[in-house]
Every structure is written in structure tokens, then in C-alpha cells.
């Protein structure tokens, strides 16, 4: 089995940038997506990014492209997710999954193992 931790979260202000970190344990050698989602309070978990085992494929949600990038560095076990310009509408908790199969999977559903989640507070 696969365990997640985030790290990275904290309070910013509109503009500036910020980046988690998701660092696996456990076996880790099992190929798996990794994808990051949020959620608002009040709202439910929103897909954010996510990434290929082989780092060739990449899929973001309309409402971070172009400002959020993932990557992942299979040799250490970590993933990222560098945010960029924040905005207020960024604020949530952020978590980090794995999805034990192919592709960029962007439904909830498809991942069977996540973190406990970092928050992002950002002020206007």
C-alpha cells in the first residue's frame, strides 16, 4: 500500500505563489497517477491536476491552467504542485491521490489512497 503526506500549505496573499509537496511511502514502486484536489469550505472536493506514472501526460482543471503546474520525480517519491498568481477563489484544503491505473484520472472515485490534506489561505 501506498501512503500520501502534504506539505507546503500556509496563508498568502492574492498573486503570490506557493507550492505543495506530496511525499509517498510504502510501495512505491506500483505505478499509480498522482492528482491533486481541493476543497472549499461548504463545497464539495474539486479535481485540480493530475499527472501519469511516467510523467508524459498532464491534465489540469480550467480553473488552474496556466497558473498551477504538477510535477513528480518517481526517483524520490514526491510529486508537486506549484501554484502561481493565487487568487482568493484558491483557498481550500488541497489533497494529494494516487490512482492505481493509466491515464490522468480527474473523478474522486478513481483514486484509492490520499493524504490528509494541506490548507491554502489566500487574502485578497
Known amino acids: 500500500q501506498v501512503q500520501l503526506v502534504e506539505s507546503g500549505g500556509g496563508l498568502v496573499q492574492a498573486g503570490d505563489s506557493l507550492r505543495l509537496t506530496c511525499s509517498a511511502s510504502?510501495?512505491?514502486?506500483?505505478?499509480?497517477?498522482m492528482g491533486w484536489f481541493r476543497q472549499a469550505p461548504g463545497k464539495g472536493r474539486e479535481f485540480v491536476a493530475a499527472?501519469?506514472?511516467?510523467?508524459?501526460?498532464?491534465y489540469y482543471a480550467d480553473a488552474v491552467k496556466g497558473r498551477f503546474t504538477i510535477s513528480r520525480d518517481n526517483a524520490k517519491s514526491t510529486g508537486d504542485l506549484q501554484m502561481n498568481r493565487l487568487e482568493p477563489a484558491d483557498t481550500a484544503v488541497y489533497y494529494c491521490?494516487?490512482?492505481?491505473?493509466?491515464?490522468?484520472?480527474?473523478?474522486?472515485?478513481?483514486?484509492?489512497?490520499w493524504g490528509q490534506g494541506t490548507q491554502v489561505t489566500v487574502s485578497s
Open positions: 499527472i501519469n506514472w511516467n510523467v508524459a501526460r498532464t
Open positions: 510504502g510501495r512505491t514502486s506500483s505505478s499509480y497517477a
Open positions: 491521490a494516487a490512482a492505481f491505473r493509466a491515464g490522468v484520472p480527474s473523478q474522486s472515485y478513481e483514486y484509492t489512497v
